[in-house]
């Protein structure tokens, strides 16, 4: 039996996402469904993986293809080459799962040096004719023979000069003759072969040239950011074409059933009349709304709005929309679901819910917890007195500030070293992506809503301003000019995606106010939801904005920041310093006060909740001053005094900070992040836990007595032997019952441990003996398993490690299943198995990752713990979880 | 049924070692082959933890030894507080597992006021009776009442100076009385009660202070030293005194049936006439060669050497025998399996074969694996000039170089900062241990072989010199004079306790010869064994040494050795601070023919036994100058030139200093332990790992041509991901592949990785698929599964955590079984699920660690891999495990 590679749109199958890709499946059920689209075919994605191994198109396969060509020239009643009534096709990719702009396209093809005439003749406009032949050319030469695209734009322009035009509308059908006459002679020399003439030849072509783009770097780097498998592969989709550039009564456009930015009802899009889909989605001219096209063409504009409700209500979800409009009369060219900012994502679903459409739970799935970031990006301050220098499009929601950059290199390395950017080009193109990436925000001159910056950076999250045409770059200089003011790279300006706003210099901002569909949303999450969502919060005020987005719990107070504060570090270095435990005791004793004001207001703020408080748990000598300052001081001071032997200042500073060095020399560490930190310190300074647990406990008697329900749950960091918990815990506990004593207030004593290092998940069972619950500390975990250190490894090797696939994920960002989560599901088990009710939780960065939490869900974990503003992205990712099992 | 808490010497029962004690269940056995034993009883370790559970002796305890007494009385025809025929006894523990010296001894209990009077005039020697009453008051007072032991000698000191005396000897009747009555009112003193003078109720109080003694600090510190179970608990033996100190026919001593430190045969001991057994011990008196017996008492002599031989016999091993001879007549008080030096363990094992006392596989499990370290110590180099200071016994073999300290405190101290230390002592005690376990070698003034100093030092295979009684040790000056020659702390001494001699300065250490019984030892053993052994060795020599100790390959070769050569840090530097890869590649290309020669060397040594090569693994910093040293030297110059601004060669050096500081700075790391090292650095720097196989396989290529056969295994370190593994894999058989083409020499290319951190662990199963070998590195893997580094753990909490017993040992000494094992188990049975045919290895410092070896046997590894001298161990350790199973 032959496998059959081609399907055309008609095919009376179903329409297989994974076989046809999204765009292919899409025209197919399309047609089915009555609606207006060109006649065409595809060729399947296991088409494309029998190219890939077979290293070109296989026999059946082009004769699959000529088989469908005949039919095609059947339908349409055209015939490829034929000058009288030629075929013309478009070659498009369509992977099953979208990745606008990131493979080939092909227009026009089956023209040639006859059939452009016959074209001409028949359409009665030569000047269309030879702009499509042009056209064809050019993409052609560029997509499939590789020849660089900026010679052909060299021709152009020199054709332009010589003609004193400055507009492609304006050129002849002469100017194009002349135009074409150039590019033959450019493809002749670059190919070494005349431009091929026959249609069947270029489909052919055309084809191994999309199929071979599913590798091209633009696709791959898109895959990876967007976790797209590299094994599902492209089809092709062979289609007739049709001409928007055929006169006034002609147009192209792409539209969306909804605002993809805002999620308002209602027909969103934009439009050119007399061009080609390319010229829309390219951004070089900037199209017109699509309410303008009820004015221009009242009778296609109703018949379009008709179709987008027939296809939402197909396809339960909003849809984007290519369409054409030949001569009057409306073709679609593609619908799919539309991508969408969280705000519309979520405006959308509730709205979809109301219309009765799709219920709660699918509506819960249908906005992405990783989205959900962008709406608690902060705005610009209302308030703030700002400096505007232009508006441009609002193309993506979220305000940032940056140093102006030019290049997608530039803002790559400058991110590296952890300087923040605004992108600033006249237009994006997908080579822009690892900038689009690495930057704060994108400002364009040129392009509209769909254009290639807009699309990418709404994905992304990021803010985004496009066709700000006031802009007048000079990439060569590094500076643009507004008006009279012109900025050079390095300054800073920031941009406002929610108005289009550009503003000079840094501005001020403030917290996003939620919006009732948000709300509801979340509130259905919370239904679905059977993971507990708390917040990293270390004082009262995070604490209590993460108990509005929904947090249950505090899951990781850090004591240390509270040792940071300026008017602390005295005591806290007297503290360390001490020459014996007298000493270190009275410096604690100052400290005990401060301590408990810190749990008090935290607990306070979280009344009613649990709050993990971790006793402290890093080196001592984080607290110190930085050991190669000193000994730069040192050596300087001792220099100084071979010059100056009498100068008694030096003489003490000398001395002073002898002291100090040696102190702190002492205190050194190889590996600090596998030093003396965490219970280490615990054990062997049990004074410092004692002051720690003492302040915890006294807060939670005064809050008592004030009428509070303080939930506190002490937390033993970097636990490695049940040995290590059993004695802090009962240290705890001793210091716990002192203070009940002393207050006469009752109250729990709960302790647990966080499991951060493997010997804890290896050795859980016994660890759980004596814990009440398990905090997966999941960034060390991650560091320890893997034997790297976050902060050399990303720094060094870790980039390289996740660009080459040495490593499918950064395993920082997303929880490593196979390794750190092993050990993960061992400690829940094991940990489980002795204590079937041990309270089993995650406080690391994973813990606001959708994989993770939906690894976490899996595991039978309790809850998440991740910071305030990730909080509702957590509670949504629990839903999502849930839904999934 | 009430429990039996008391055993009489003579039951008729099993002599059980738990129950009874080592002591107590031989003089059982002793009794019962008719054997001079003096009649008494013991109880039992149960009545122990009996004791230590009710706090104190049980009525039923208390009425069994009532019983048993008067038992006593009637078998002596003595009687408790009869001043007629007073019955005397010792009380002594006797735990399962001995521990000389560790716990608490009452001699003479029995005597009061009273019966002082009636031993005198029975044995019609005043001065002993009243000696021995005076003896006894003083060991109870100090034991059992816990008056400091000073305070006695203070008192004995004065009635000496008064009577003008100096020796104890000298001592008449009327002085003891004297020293009683002041014993008296001292006792009063310090205990408000008078010294009891019922002989029931001081055995009660003796029996109690015994059972106690088993938790003093001193017996702890033993149990954990030598791994001896807290929880075996100790017996009391109660057993009627015989007196050596009745007059120059009487005597006491200490033998063994064969020499302890060199196995030779015939009996070896020392006696004291006129004395009590306590003053061989202490090493108080320097007694006399057992040999000399023969002329001072031949019957005694004659009898004494019919039953050691028949003990030998009995026990099927070489006995230590305390003896006592009262007025003419033997007594045996105890017998135990002699400790003895590595050397006599084997000389004496293979002897024993020899006499057909025991088989083969016992004399391998006579000899402790971790003596065997001894033997392989260095000796004194014959040829060097020595400075012969003075010459004492030769108590514990070996030589050693270090420090003169005076206490056990300091010589810790300076062992922790890697200071080499001599312990200098008038005489040792239990209170010095860790002073003894942290220096070099011991050397005392007095005392002899069988003093605490000898015994201990010959159990931890310490080099050791007693008695070296020419030495005047000025403690409190902190000096010691020999001769007119006075040498303080800090000036350095060495021992040589193979022949006694202490020697001025530190003095060239030579090989040790092994002899053909170690031969024969290690024959055996590897009859029994399946572990292999193999070596660590970075060098042609080394792997000689090692070969010539048995090693049957070469586990792991390090190659960061071979970079640190003086001639090669200039190019290795050059190389890593390179501007490009061209650059690196010159430099590089200069080491390939050095590392050529390395690999040849070591292969050649090794030929036809396998060579684990690891290809380079510590960071690139590792080998750059140190950035304390920069900073300090930039911020000196800078100094500099503000006072002299015009110095040219200062401002030439600091431009220097400043290019290779910000190469430093830019490769410093935060934690290099968990940094760009291992394979990472061949992902990033593939050149050096192609450089380093390039120069593997191009010494094997001519090592083949001349004749040889090389067999190297490429060891990739650090692995923490399949996939590095793969790619890593890849480079070496390509390189391969290259070098044979142009070497035109076929070989082998066998790739395999380094398991070292845990989730190599973890995914070994996807490893095994790119591995043709496991090599456990279970220092970076305890390290990282414990998630402490080493340098910082060991200086900063791990002693402390060893000594508390919040860890049972270092893990980096004796494998975490169940840690770090339990990953090491797991890799195991991942991989060899994967590939039944997988080697596995092991090679960190654990693989020449005696209970370490025997997990890796457990677990069904293929070889174990340690240092040169410790092949030999682990060759005898392995056999161990062998029989174990």
Aim: glycine residues 8%; proline residues 5%.
């Amino acid at each position: 039996m032959t496998t059959n590679w081609v399907y055309r749109f008609d095919n009376p199958g179903s329409a297989d996402n994974m076989l046809l890709g999204g765009k292919g499946a899409n025209l197919a059920e399309m047609t089915k469904a009555g609606l207006p689209v060109p006649p065409g075919f595809t060729l399947s994605t296991s088409a494309c993986h029998a190219f890939h191994e077979e290293n070109g198109l296989t026999d059946s396969m082009v004769s699959q293809v000529e088989l469908s060509i005949a039919w095609l020239e059947e339908k349409t009643e055209k015939k490829f080459g034929d000058p009288q009534r030629p075929l013309l096709v478009s070659v498009r990719s369509g992977a099953p799962i979208s990745m606008p702009g990131m493979m080939d396209t092909v227009l026009n093809l089956g023209l040639n040096d006859e059939t452009v005439v016959g074209l001409a003749r028949n359409t009665q406009n030569p000047r269309f004719a030879y702009d499509s032949y042009r056209r064809f050319i050019q993409m052609f030469g560029d997509v499939v023979l590789g020849i660089p695209h900026y010679k052909f734009e060299q021709i152009l322009d020199g054709v332009k000069d010589s003609a004193g035009l400055h507009e492609d509308q304006h050129m002849t059908a002469e100017h194009w003759q002349e135009v074409i006459a150039q590019y033959h002679k450019l493809v002749s020399k670059e190919t070494k072969q005349a431009f091929p003439q026959r249609p069947m030849e270029q489909l052919k072509l055309a084809i191994e040239a999309v199929f071979g783009s599913w590798n091209n770097q633009r696709a791959r780097v898109y895959r990876r950011i967007n976790k797209i498998p590299d094994s599902l592969g492209t089809a092709v989709n062979v289609q007739s074409m049709v001409f928007g550039n055929m006169g006034h009564d002609s147009g192209t456009g792409v539209a969306f059933t909804r605002n993809p930015s805002t999620g308002e009802p209602g027909v969103f899009g934009e439009y050119l009349t007399n061009a080609q889909g390319e010229d829309v989605v390219a951004g070089i001219r900037t199209p017109k709304p699509i309410s303008q096209l009820s004015q221009e063409m009242p009778q296609v504009y109703q018949q379009f709005t008709e179709v987008c409700d027939l296809l939402e209500r197909h396809y339960k979800d909003v849809q984007d929309i290519e369409f054409t409009v030949e001569q009057g009369k409306l073709y679609l060219l593609q619908t799919r679901n539309a991508k969408r900012t969280a705000q519309a994502a979520i405006r959308i679903a509730v709205d979809l819910v109301d219309e009765g459409l799709i219920d709660y739970k699918t509506a819960v799935q249908r906005v992405d917890p990783e989205q959900l970031d962008q709406l608690l990006h902060p705005g610009i301050d209302p308030q703030a007195h700002l400096q505007l220098l232009a508006t441009g499009l609002p193309a993506s929601p979220g305000a940032a500030s940056g140093m102006v950059t030019f290049s997608a290199d530039e803002a790559e390395r400058l991110a590296r070293t952890g300087v923040k950017t605004i992108l600033v080009r006249t237009e994006t193109t997908p080579e822009d992506i690892h900038g689009i990436l690495a930057a704060e925000g994108i400002l364009t001159s040129r392009g509209g809503m769909t254009s290639h910056a807009a699309v990418v950076a709404r994905g992304m999250g990021k803010p985004c301003v496009c066709g700000c045409d006031t802009l007048q770059i000079h990439e060569r200089d590094k500076s643009f000019r507004i008006g009279d003011l012109v900025l050079k790279e390095g300054d800073t300006v920031s941009i406002d995606g929610a108005t289009g706003r550009v503003l000079l210099g840094e501005v001020p901002l403030i917290e996003p106010k939620l919006s009732s569909e948000f709300e509801q949303i979340l509130a259905w999450a919370d239904e679905i939801r059977s993971l507990d969502v708390r917040t990293n919060a270390d004082n009262p005020e995070d604490a209590a904005k993460a108990r509005s987005f929904g947090a249950e719990g505090v899951g990781l107070c850090r004591t240390e920041h509270m040792f940071m504060a300026a008017d602390r570090v005295p005591l806290v270095q007297a503290m360390i310093l001490a020459a014996d435990i007298e000493e270190r005791q009275s410096a604690l004793e100052k400290l005990l006060p401060m301590q408990e004001g810190d749990f008090y207001g935290i607990l306070k703020a979280m009344d009613g909740l649990p709050v993990t408080i971790r006793l402290l748990d890093p080196p001592l000598h984080e607290f110190l001053p930085n050991l190669e300052e000193l000994i730069a001081k040192q050596a300087q001071l001792q220099v100084r005094l071979q010059y100056e032997p009498q100068n008694h200042q030096w003489q003490q500073e000398l001395a002073e900070v002898q002291v100090l060095l040696a102190k702190v020399k002492n205190l050194h560490e190889f590996n600090p992040m596998l030093g003396h930190r965490g219970c280490r310190l615990g054990m062997t300074f049990p004074e410092i836990y004692e002051m720690q647990t003492r302040a915890i406990y006294q807060a939670v008697a005064q809050l008592i007595k004030e009428g509070f329900h303080p939930l506190p749950e002490v937390m033993i960091p970097l636990v490695g032997h049940a040995e290590e918990l059993r004695r802090m815990r009962r240290l705890v506990e001793r210091v716990a019952a002192e203070v009940r004593v002393e207050s006469q207030v009752d109250f729990l004593c709960i302790v647990g441990t966080m499991i951060e290092v493997p010997r804890a998940a290896l050795t859980a069972d016994e660890i759980a003996q004596e814990a009440e619950f398990f905090s997966f500390g999941t960034n060390d975990l991650t560091q320890t398993t893997f034997g790297f250190s976050r902060d050399d490894a990303e720094g060094k090797f870790l980039l390289q490690y996740t660009s080459e696939k040495i490593l499918p994920e950064n395993p920082f960002a997303v929880l490593d299943a196979k390794g750190v989560g092993q050990l993960v599901a061992m400690a829940a088990e094991k940990g489980r198995a002795v204590k079937p009710n041990l309270k089993l939780g995650i406080c690391g960065e994973h813990g606001g990752e959708k994989e993770s939490i939906a690894f976490c869900h899996e595991k039978g974990l309790n809850y998440v713990s991740c910071s305030p503003f990730r909080v509702p992205l957590a509670r949504l990712a629990a839903a999502h979880a849930a839904l999934k099992i």
